[in-house]
């Protein structure tokens, strides 16, 4: 329930939408596994610190051999406003050391697609790691939920049109979403 951990919300959300069912411990992760229409998925909940999540999905891709072009990474950013999320082919780590970590046991290599899920900035002067553990307000939460089923409609657009398509058409409606976003904020 908290900001940090709406990465494991969206695999909930979207495991549950699909009947996966997340009961295996597989590479220090919870685990699930299933198809969505006739393409496998494989869904993972590192069971290692936050900054550490790279020790799980590394050695799952490897185990898997998945090209890193079909693992993908879903995690909370700061840069984005609460409830805007962002798919993106590739990148760099944004300062989330959860990222870092990922890439480290990818062997440097940042070639794969991420879902970043917005949880927004800390308020004033607040501590950034204090404002990520904490929850979410009621309005922040009703942005939260709605963004956890755009997540989840995305990914189905994913399996099925692949990721250019994909991240082409979401994030054209994200940006409309985030003007939306910025327009109520200022009134």
Not at 90 to 108: A, E, L, P
């Amino acid at each position: 329930g908290t900001r940090h951990n709406v990465g494991f919300e969206m695999i909930d959300a979207f495991a549950n939408s699909q009947g996966i069912e997340m009961s295996t411990v597989h590479c220090k992760a919870i685990f699930g596994q299933g198809f969505v229409g006739e393409v496998p998925v494989f869904l993972a909940k590192p069971q290692t610190y936050m900054n550490l999540s790279g020790e799980s999905t590394g050695p799952l891709a490897a185990y898997y051999k998945l090209p890193l072009n079909r693992v993908l990474v879903f995690h909370d950013d700061m840069n984005l406003p609460c409830g805007v999320l962002r798919l993106h082919p590739n990148g760099g780590h944004g300062c989330h050391n959860g990222v870092k970590s990922v890439m480290y046991h990818f062997r440097g290599n940042r070639e794969f697609p991420r879902l970043r899920i917005g949880i927004g900035r800390p308020p004033g002067q607040m501590d950034p790691k204090a404002f990520l553990l904490q929850k979410f307000n009621a309005t922040a939460q009703g942005r939260i939920d709605a963004a956890l089923q755009e997540g989840v409609d995305i990914l189905k657009v994913l399996l099925s049109k692949g990721l250019a398509e994909s991240a082409r058409r979401f994030n054209s409606e994200q940006k409309y979403k985030h003007m939306r976003l910025e327009t109520t904020m200022a009134t």
